[in-house]
């Protein structure tokens, strides 16, 4: 089955400046990479996410990239504030919608 | 935006009990899921459910776990008998199709086996 490697256990990085976590996927069939973000105690929100026919994918200061050749993915958080701090988790999505999720980035931002 | 509810949201039981976990999925939404999150791990798929029917499982959901939605109420999951090692966060899930930002998760049901 899918296998989702998430690079980054932890994180950190200065307010302002940009942060960068990568993902690797093993299945070449999956089209669907969303990501999301978790703070301490609470539930999964949805971020951003992007398809298999583009490779890159911009909302405001979260930009993802796609390639699918590497089957490698990865979120750009630019202009880091404090609030970005979380547990950002990459995830491919697979046969009935099943999300197969990375292990989590623990991204500090200080202040 | 559209919520999932999930009832309860912490819930302590003694080994060899049975639970069971409730989830008040998104209105329209047709797929329902089930996570489960060991503290500080990842979330790691247990069952999705469509139209009345497991479509999948993998293989965390032991033989001691059951899902149902009987006549649209609430999704469960349920537990008989529980095991020390099911101590988790238990994630529902609801989506529409597939594929899009739709996909919503509760907010966790905390579980301690005794």
Not at chain 1, 78 to 92: G, L, N, R, V, W
Request: net charge neutral.
């Amino acid at each position: 089955g899918e296998k989702v490697e998430q690079h980054e256990s932890t994180l950190s990085v200065r307010e302002g400046d940009s942060a960068v976590i990568n993902c690797t996927y093993t299945d070449t069939a999956s089209s669907y990479f969303p990501w999301y973000k978790q703070e301490a105690g609470k539930s999964l929100h949805f971020v951003i996410d992007i398809r298999s026919n583009v490779d890159r994918k911009q909302s405001q200061r979260l930009i993802v990239l796609l390639d699918k050749k590497a089957k490698r993915f990865s979120l750009h958080i630019t202009a880091t504030q404090p609030e970005d701090s979380a547990i950002y988790f990459c995830a491919a999505e697979g046969m009935g919608y099943k999300l197969t999720f990375g292990t989590g980035t623990s991204l500090l931002v200080d202040p | 935006g559209p919520k999932v509810l999930q009832i309860p949201s912490h819930q302590i039981i003694d080994m060899g009990q049975m639970v069971t976990l409730n989830c008040d999925p998104v209105s329209n939404h047709l797929y329902f899921y089930w996570y489960k999150q060991i503290l500080g791990q990842q979330m790691e798929f247990l069952v999705n459910f469509y139209n009345g029917k497991v479509m999948e499982k993998s293989k965390l959901f032991k033989d001691q776990f059951s899902v149902e939605r009987p006549d649209g109420s609430y999704f469960t999951l349920k537990i008989q008998p529980t095991a020390l090692e099911d101590s988790a966060v238990y994630f529902c899930a609801s989506s529409f199709t597939g594929g899009n930002s739709d996909y919503t998760f509760g907010s966790g049901t905390r579980l301690l086996v005794i």
